[in-house]
């Protein structure tokens, strides 16, 4: 009795590729989530003195009677004296490689907090930005963020801490 085998190129080339396919996926699942950004025991609260990560545990955030996100430049109705977590995202233009900082600034245009300006290599000259600022609510309850020297503020964010 003989066996004959007819193995041809095109075979040759669909069991390489199942092979590659498949120590692609098993090479694939091995690696972990990639984390872009923060972790919260990376992020410092300077008003509270701790990590985001602490000031969760230690239910900072919890019972907030006050959470709201708008798709413009101000939020109203805040109390006079609480503090906020105010999370400002806009377009800021750049100066070369310099980003302007976001502002915080109660209604009637007094900055309340500010983030401070910093390089970055941004190729077209408007580059996505946001910040994350605690501030104590002014007597207006109204506050507005700013992207100074031409920015655009898309949306703010505004929780009661």
């Known amino acids: 009795m003989e066996i004959k085998v007819n193995i041809q190129k095109k075979h040759v080339y669909l069991l390489s590729l199942l092979i590659i396919l498949t120590g692609g996926i098993l090479f694939v699942q091995g690696q972990s989530a990639s984390n872009f950004g923060h972790s919260a025991d990376d992020v410092q609260i300077a008003a509270l003195g701790k990590s985001l990560e602490q000031a969760v545990v230690d239910g900072d955030f919890v019972g907030s009677s006050f959470?709201?996100?708008v798709n413009s430049n101000k939020v109203t109705g805040l109390t006079p004296g609480k503090k906020y977590l105010v999370?400002?995202?806009?377009?800021?233009?750049?100066?070369?490689?310099?980003?302007?900082?976001?502002?915080?600034?109660?209604?009637?245009?007094?900055?309340?907090?500010?983030?401070?300006?910093?390089?970055?290599?941004?190729?077209?000259?408007n580059a996505p930005q946001s910040a994350a600022i605690v501030i104590t609510a002014q007597t207006s309850g109204c506050v507005q963020g700013v992207i100074p020297s031409g920015g655009t503020v898309g949306t703010m964010t505004v929780v009661g801490i």
């Open 67 to 69: 959470a709201k996100t």
């Open 87 to 125: 999370n400002v995202h806009g377009i800021t233009p750049t100066s070369g490689s310099t980003f302007f900082p976001v502002r915080v600034e109660d209604c009637n245009g007094n900055m309340v907090a500010e983030t401070a300006s910093y390089s970055v290599n941004w190729p077209d000259g």
